[in-house]
């Protein structure tokens, strides 16, 4: 289903175009065919005090700031050094992610919770819906 290229940007959005989409497994799928919050109406996510927000809440109306960031020296502190705390304060804003292995990212987080992030990521091209575990984000900057 997924497989990773550490440095081979290209080949990945070719696999990317062939998987479908991610749902995060919290989300359920409603009556027609939208997906809805895992909680029902009214639930005060963890995230902003508001409601769930997922794919339902839809992508960023524009692509991303064009530019990189630069990784601060700081940036690698060590393994387990990003936590929910830290990133928490970057929901619904533009940052920029350093995974442990691969290219970095622009991404913009609707979800943030004990031991995982989802959001939307950019591809290049457009926004895909996307999900990471804390453990493999060595370093991030918000905008």
Do not use: H
């Not at 970057?90 to 913009?108: K, L, S």
């Not at 992030?117 to 804390?134: E, P, S």
């Amino acid at each position: 289903m997924y497989k990773e290229y550490e440095d081979d940007f290209d080949r990945y959005e070719e696999l990317e175009d062939n998987v479908d989409e991610f749902v995060c497994p919290l989300m359920r799928q409603g009556p027609f065919g939208q997906f809805m919050p895992p909680f029902g109406p009214g639930f005060q996510g963890p995230t902003q005090g508001g409601p769930f927000q997922g794919p339902a809440s839809g992508p960023p109306s524009g692509p991303p700031p064009n530019f990189t960031p630069q990784q601060s020296a700081a940036g690698g502190v060590g393994t387990f050094a990003v936590d929910a705390g830290a990133i928490r304060r970057c929901t619904f804003r533009f940052v920029y992610i350093w995974p442990d292995r691969g290219r970095g990212f622009w991404a913009f987080l609707v979800f943030v919770g004990p031991r995982s992030v989802a959001g939307w990521r950019w591809n290049g091209r457009r926004w895909v819906y996307f999900g990471m575990d804390l453990r493999r984000i060595e370093s991030f900057q918000c905008f």
